[in-house]
């Protein structure tokens, strides 16, 4: 029986086994761990270019950052792939002595790059909306633009994916308190990852909640005109381009939604 235990970014091998499927599934793990840094060095270079050149993100078209994610990682597990079948294929590709087989640097290498590539992008944000912040004239005190630095640093660590430099971290030895924080700590930090990412830049993000609430507004605009209107064969709907208040929002509906004798739903 393969049972496959994750203590920190990789796997653990525990038992006999060594099938097919099991390399299959070390492979497919190895390279979307690959693919996950460097989508996370996608998001640096495309925030990056956004600040530093306000026009180049139109240049870069998306299949070439699709390119970079899913594309350049195929290059880096391969050999790893060939070096694993016809040097080392056993116990499913995966080091039981508890450390870090020297082949795994052939896709450790290229994480640790990305990483320490998206301190820098990371650094030079910072230096960038330091920079822009004193050039403010509504920003005169040194510690506020300070703080507002700082605030964009913590918020763009786990972006950019710099939290994951703990994972490459040595595991405490032995079996103490220690051990245990520091392996539930980093399981915590990459299983959540995308929760704070997707909590931070969306459901926290003023423009995604103003499109929201647009699209609801229009949505529901248009669903008291259609209950609020006799069926018809010839009904037509036009954008309703002023939204009323909310005070007066049923009132003025009955205004917009008015309708001659075709049944015809316009804006006042």
Known sequence: MTVLRKEKPRMTYMGDGGKWYCRVAVTLFNYFQVTNFFWMFVEGLYLHIMIAH??????????????IGWCVPVPIIVPWMMVKIFLKNERCWIDTSGGVDQYDFIYHGPIILVLL???VILGNIVRILI????????????????????????????????????FFVHVPSGKGTSKLFFIYFNSF???????????????TNTEVQTTIKRHVDIWRD???????????????????TAA?????????MRDVCAYDKNVIVHTA
């Open 54 to 67: 306000a026009f180049g993100t139109e240049r870069i078209k998306f299949w070439v950052y699709a390119m």
């Open 189 to 203: 930090l990459q299983s959540f990852q995308g929760c704070f990412v997707s909590i931070i830049y969306c459901f």
């Open 244 to 252: 009323p208040s909310n005070g007066d929002r049923s009132e003025n």
């Open 222 to 240: 248009q669903h008291w005109c259609t209950i609020n209107t006799p069926p018809s064969k010839h009904l037509q709907m036009t954008a309703i």
């Open 117 to 119: 590539v998206n301190f």
């Open 131 to 166: 920079l822009k912040l004193r050039a403010s004239p509504n920003n005169l005190d040194t510690t506020h633009y300070s703080i507002k630095a700082v605030k964009a640093t913590v918020v763009l660590l786990p972006l950019l994916g710099i939290t994951y430099i703990l």
